[in-house]
């Protein structure tokens, strides 16, 4: 590629990029590499270099082209966000495939969530300890289930739940109601 063409073309793709990216949903910098590519990459449709008019002609057409190209792609593609699904959703089945698992700083967020929650749960009064890791059990159990392995009706089950949930909703309140010291200590 002739570097006076790039050094010539250079500001006038930087301004036309600029004007099409935001409509194309895409940065300019990308939409600027899409059309040098696409300058390199054709020998053909490239522009003339002996004809002036003819450079800006084909970088205006090029951008528009490329611009066109995302929109298309953007209305095609659904970008996955893994912090969208909840945690039930990407904890393993039994007999479930194993996929790639989260990314580290997620793993160890909920790391510490799990063992927060596991915490305050284990310090919960009478049988709620026991019902709420049956609920947070990762076997996914049912009512039924839950009430057999319990020896408690399944009747029973709903407010028992209702009065542990509000118990370890206070306790946590409480904890989160009043940390601890920060910044100047004694």
Known sequence: MDPDLVNELGPLLSAEAAAEAPGAGVDAA??????????????????????????????????????????????????????????????????????PGPEPEDALLHGEENRALRSAVARLPGRCPELMKALLSPRDLTYREIAGELGISQGSLGPVRSRCLGCLRRMLAAEVAAPGLRGMER
């Open 30 to 99: 990308d939409l600027e590499q899409a059309v040098w590519v696409r300058l390199l990459e054709s020998g053909r449709g490239a522009p003339d270099p002996a004809d002036p008019a003819e450079p800006a002609r084909w970088l205006h057409r090029a951008v528009r082209a490329e611009a066109r190209l995302a929109r298309r792609r953007a209305r095609r593609e659904i970008p996955y966000d893994h912090r969208r699904h909840r945690v039930e959703d990407r904890r393993p089945r039994a007999g479930a495939a194993g996929g």
